[in-house]
């Protein structure tokens, strides 16, 4: 049932992608207006792509020709992520900054005064604690191109709330999966290696990494839109707040899947954040922000997506691996 509450009209750039697929969704379904934009179309959900525009978002008079004017909140999801990627092609860490920068242009040409910009975990470095507030981040950590456009992207944010009014709500986010994830990720591409018996590498023998469930994300970033006067102004974190190592995660699904897969451990590729896990204390101060979904729950519901979406038998196999290895990590965590 569409909830009865007046909400703002929303501009959600990224809108065909993960995060943005998943937010949009929400907004649907709880009645909110909303208008995607992405440079091509949403292939998940037609009802989210025909409240799509494509418009390419660095070229800054498409972006300010195109774009509603009658916009009441931004919420920037739009970006290069992939980390290796940036550091073969720096070019696209430059890409990052021209959208967030035409897309802020874009706000203060048209008086829109609400602004949430996603940021990412790369922006603390490899300062190796045993979780991160949002205070640790620095300048001199920096470890990659991409985390150098998300730094530089926050810093912009905040010169726009100072120069020009923009209210903002920073979040930083931490390694999102689940559906509508791109099959070359980590959880879809370790099972399909494994599965097939080829060999998987591991960058980094003790890497931790804390994995975050997409509707838990989408929960945070829509207590932002709903609790925005009290979070205004803050950075906060959105993980889960549990780290799991690399090795354990490859190990624990090569077991369940029976696999005589090979697990190589190579040391950490260049620009990568070998350790982190979110301190989310702030988040749930102020947005009363809980996650609700661990790696074994997660899994489980990224297995009945997978079933829903086809039902041919490599995905029923999927499905099935998938629960398996939850309950191996449950076993495991117990």
Same mark, same amino acid.
């Given at each position: 049932?569409?909830?009865?509450?007046?909400?703002?009209?929303?501009?959600?750039?990224?809108?065909?992608?993960?995060?943005?697929?998943?937010?949009? /969704?929400?907004?649907?379904?709880?009645?909110?207006?909303?208008?995607? &934009?992405?440079?091509?179309? %949403?292939?998940?959900?037609?009802? &989210?792509? +025909?409240?799509?525009?494509?418009?390419?978002?660095?070229?800054?008079?498409?972006?300010?020709?195109?774009?509603?004017?009658?916009?009441?909140?931004?919420?920037?999801?739009?970006?290069?992520?992939?980390?290796?990627?940036?550091?073969?092609?720096?070019?696209?860490?430059?890409?990052?900054?021209?959208?967030?920068?035409?897309?802020?242009?874009?706000?203060?040409? %048209?008086?829109?005064?609400?602004?949430?910009?996603?940021?990412?975990?790369?922006?603390?470095? %490899?300062?190796?604690?045993?979780?991160?507030?949002?205070?640790?981040?620095?300048?001199?950590?920096?470890?990659?191109?991409?985390?150098?456009?998300?730094?530089?992207?926050?810093?912009?944010?905040?010169?726009?709330?100072?120069?020009?009014?923009? /209210?903002?709500?920073?979040?930083?986010?931490?390694?999102?999966?689940?559906?509508?994830?791109?099959?070359?990720?980590?959880?879809?591409?370790?099972?399909?290696?494994?599965?097939?018996?080829?060999?998987?590498?591991?960058?980094?023998?003790?890497?931790?990494?804390?994995?975050?469930?997409?509707?838990?994300?989408?929960?945070?970033?829509?207590?932002?839109?709903?609790?925005?006067?009290?979070?205004?102004?803050?950075?906060?974190?959105?993980?889960?707040?549990?780290?799991?190592?690399?090795?354990?995660?490859?190990? +624990?699904?090569?077991? $369940?899947?029976?696999?005589?897969?090979?697990?190589?451990?190579?040391?950490?590729?260049?620009?990568?954040?070998?350790?982190?896990?979110?301190?989310?204390?702030?988040?749930?101060?102020?947005?009363?922000?809980?996650?609700?979904? %661990?790696?074994?729950?997660?899994?489980?519901?990224?297995?009945?997506?997978?079933?829903?979406?086809?039902?041919? +038998?490599? $995905?029923?196999?999927?499905?099935?691996?998938?629960?398996?290895?939850?309950?191996?990590?449950?076993?495991?965590?117990?």
């Amino acid at each position: 049932m569409a909830s009865q509450k007046k909400y703002p009209h929303i501009l959600v750039t990224g809108s065909s992608g993960m995060i943005g697929t998943a937010l949009c /969704e929400r907004l649907l379904a709880e009645g909110i207006p909303f208008t995607g &934009v992405d440079y091509k179309h %949403n292939l998940w959900n037609q009802e &989210v792509d +025909t409240h799509t525009l494509q418009v390419d978002l660095r070229d800054r008079k498409a972006v300010l020709k195109k774009l509603p004017a009658h916009i009441d909140m931004v919420i920037h999801l739009a970006a290069n992520a992939r980390v290796h990627d940036l550091v073969q092609d720096p070019s696209l860490a430059f890409d990052n900054l021209q959208t967030i920068f035409n897309t802020l242009e874009y706000a203060h040409r %048209n008086d829109i005064k609400k602004f949430i910009f996603t940021s990412s975990r790369e922006v603390y470095g %490899n300062l190796i604690r045993d979780q991160y507030t949002e205070d640790s981040a620095r300048i001199d950590t920096c470890e990659s191109p991409y985390t150098a456009s998300k730094i530089g992207g926050e810093a912009l944010v905040q010169s726009y709330t100072r120069c020009y009014g923009i /209210e903002h709500i920073i979040f930083r986010l931490s390694n999102v999966y689940g559906r509508y994830d791109a099959t070359d990720r980590i959880v879809p591409l370790f099972i399909e290696r494994l599965r097939a018996n080829k060999n998987v590498t591991v960058y980094g023998a003790d890497k931790v990494l804390d994995f975050t469930y997409i509707d838990d994300v989408v929960s945070g970033i829509m207590a932002g839109i709903d609790n925005f006067a009290a979070a205004k102004g803050q950075t906060l974190n959105l993980a889960y707040g549990s780290g799991i190592t690399l090795t354990e995660f490859a190990a +624990t699904l090569k077991e $369940t899947l029976g696999s005589t897969s090979h697990i190589n451990i190579l040391p950490s590729r260049t620009g990568e954040v070998t350790h982190y896990v979110a301190d989310i204390a702030k988040a749930r101060q102020i947005l009363n922000f809980t996650p609700t979904t %661990n790696l074994e729950q997660g899994l489980r519901q990224a297995a009945s997506w997978y079933q829903r979406r086809n039902a041919d +038998t490599a $995905t029923s196999t999927t499905k099935t691996i998938i629960q398996k290895m939850a309950r191996a990590l449950r076993l495991k965590h117990a």
